[in-house]
């Protein structure tokens, strides 16, 4: 148990530097605070850092350059299309330098910010004179069974466009990205005598969005259990073939190498064999059962872009043995008399949980897709009915 304990403080730690030192960069620039444009990479992070500074590098094997607000006026992501501003912002008064990332440009000029510290939506509207008005929305207080929603934010939008055509519209309007900018948007074409387009930096949603990826896979599993319902306690060993399928959740923008995956898979344990006990009796046991597999697993594929892709995971999952068959028959082992027989005598408890580790490659191809061949072991926690320790070798593919 104790090994157990310190592989699992070691994968958390590993996973935690992991998701520390993880960087996407992408090809962007920024703007000095003497309007000299810089090509060249920027480390596509969580809002959260990208309101706070820039990781930015010249060349793909470039120095890594950290600016924040004071060291430049802007920096954008070029094919994302995200865009971020210097600013000085007040809030409660108190004044920060920050990045606001950059939504909209027309009439009014929006932004956007997060409060790292309450963790508040900002929006600030911009008008032609410089003049910024910003907006928030507090979380919804419950009261007698009664929720509040904070609709302040309304009012002030009404002050700022007081077009007839815009005020159903905020009324349903949506404290969000998407509703803000469309609000701004449909102003501008309202109110613009030049037929100006406004310019829309937010407009590749898809990007912040979860990507899933379905793999299927097939190999060998080898169970080694000790029956331990019985007297004497029965020790088997059985290589089964498996098949299975995986959902795997990630979320690129936050982390590019660690993904959530759910698993799925079908084997079966088969065991026909005989064993001695003591010097008087001699035991025969027959055991066949389907084992259907459920896995939670966090999953490290190591951020290489070369085609071998080295994968580590580590996680939990759920055994139920179904479909049980056995037999066990007990024998004199001089005389050969037959002492006792039983069927279905392998009694399992409902669910067995257990911690599982992982090892593998993948092989990325032409088409998105991977190959991959992984290990992994499994042993679970109850010992109480019995002990198993699981190991499954298996290829697949992931589309």
Known sequence: MRITFCICCFCILFFSKAISQNSDFKEGYIISNTNDTI????????????????????????????????????????????????????????????????????????????????????????????????????????????????????????????EEELKRQIEKLSFTKYGMINLTKEYHDLVCTTDEECIVFENDYKKDRAKFDFSIYGGLNYINLDYKASTPEVPMESFCPMIGGNIKFSYPRWNKSLNLNLDLSLSGISYDSGYQYRTLYYYRCDIKSLIMKEKINIEYVYPKKSIIKPILNVGVGFNHFLNKKSSYDSFHRTTNELLKHRDDFFQTEVVYSCINLGAGLGYSLKNEGMLFLKFSYEQNFSKRTMFFRTTQLYIGYEF
Request: one cysteine or more; charged letters at 30%; proline letters at 2%.
């Open 39 to 162: 090509w060249g990479y920027i480390d596509f992070k969580m809002d959260k850092v990208n309101f706070e500074k820039c990781f930015f590098k010249e060349t793909q094997d470039g120095n890594i350059q950290t600016l924040y607000p004071e060291d430049i006026k802007a920096y954008r992501f070029t094919a994302e299309n995200k865009y971020y501003v210097s600013y000085r912002i007040k809030l409660k008064n108190i004044e920060h330098h920050v990045f606001l990332e950059f939504l909209l440009s027309g009439i009014y000029n929006l932004y956007y910010y997060v409060n790292p510290v309450t963790l508040l939506d900002y929006y600030f509207f911009e008008d032609q004179n410089g003049k910024i008005t910003s907006i928030s929305k507090r979380r919804d207080m419950r009261l007698n069974e009664e929720v509040f929603e904070d609709y302040i934010y309304r009012d002030i939008l009404y002050n700022l466009f007081q």
